[in-house]
């Protein structure tokens, strides 16, 4: 399990250093939250970078303004499944954010993508 580990981390560090990915798979059954989560801590090992999660849609702009660092490369996840409208006011406040969501496809297996992602569409917002 430990090469597995490995291996999804490379990925992940390919992901994010590549600004043309647009897309990064994790392990079947892995869920969303666990692969936002590896991304966070693969993120975070840059001391000039700043992670904000987002996990409630309660005062959703209000989280994301408090958790941002001037100083700092602020990337944003979002845990929580957001509408166009909502995503397009993020990128907007936060245009040099760089901003992550996920969601489980098939066979359970979570995507993360660096764009809006819709129930059937795909709105590119890459980095």
Do not use: W
Not at 8 to 36: C, H, Q, W, Y
Not at 62 to 69: A, D, F, N, Y
Not at 85 to 94: A, N
């Amino acid at each position: 399990m430990r090469s597995d580990r490995c291996i999804i981390e490379k990925r992940a560090d390919s992901f994010l250093s590549n600004p043309n990915a647009g897309v990064f798979a994790g392990r079947r059954r892995m869920g969303t939250e666990s692969l936002l989560d590896l991304l966070a801590d693969r993120i975070a090992v840059d001391s000039a970078a700043n992670v904000v999660r987002v996990k409630e849609k309660n005062n959703l702009l209000e989280h994301v303004r408090s958790g941002m660092i001037a100083e700092k490369q602020n990337h944003i996840l979002l845990y929580i499944e957001v509408n166009m409208e909502e995503f397009d006011l993020i990128t907007k406040m936060f245009p040099l954010a760089h901003i992550y969501g996920a969601k489980e496809l098939c066979h359970q297996v979570p995507v993360c993508f660096k764009e809006y992602i819709s129930e059937n569409s795909f709105k590119c917002e890459l980095d």
